[in-house]
């Protein structure tokens, strides 16, 4: 196993994988974030709106949510296609 931090990752459960050397744009992933503005912390539902109709469309997500906002991955050959999937679900998308 690399001890490169950069090729490693670790769950909290411990399990690690590793990214492999080659990763490319290719096979990369874009990011999608939900706006500049911070949402009302007692919003509920804003990430489901975003992720559910990825996920009916059978795109993958990677997902992380802060205080600011959330912040949703796609893979990066598929970006077209999930603006697309986001803005038939009423979602205004800048790609």
Same mark, same amino acid.
Request: a negative charge.
């Given at each position: ?49 975003? /992720? ?19 912040? /949703? ?23």
């Amino acid at each position: 196993m690399s001890a490169d931090p950069s090729q490693q990752i670790q769950s909290a459960h411990g399990a690690r994988d590793l990214l492999p050397a080659t990763d490319t744009a290719e096979d990369g992933w874009a990011a999608l974030w939900n706006g500049d503005d911070a949402h009302d912390p007692e919003a509920t539902g804003m990430l489901s709106a975003i /992720v559910a109709p990825l996920a009916a469309g059978e795109l993958p997500v990677w997902t992380a949510a802060t205080y600011d906002g959330d912040l /949703v991955l796609v893979p990066s050959d598929r970006l077209e296609e999930a603006g697309t999937v986001l803005r038939r679900a009423g979602h205004q998308v800048a790609v």
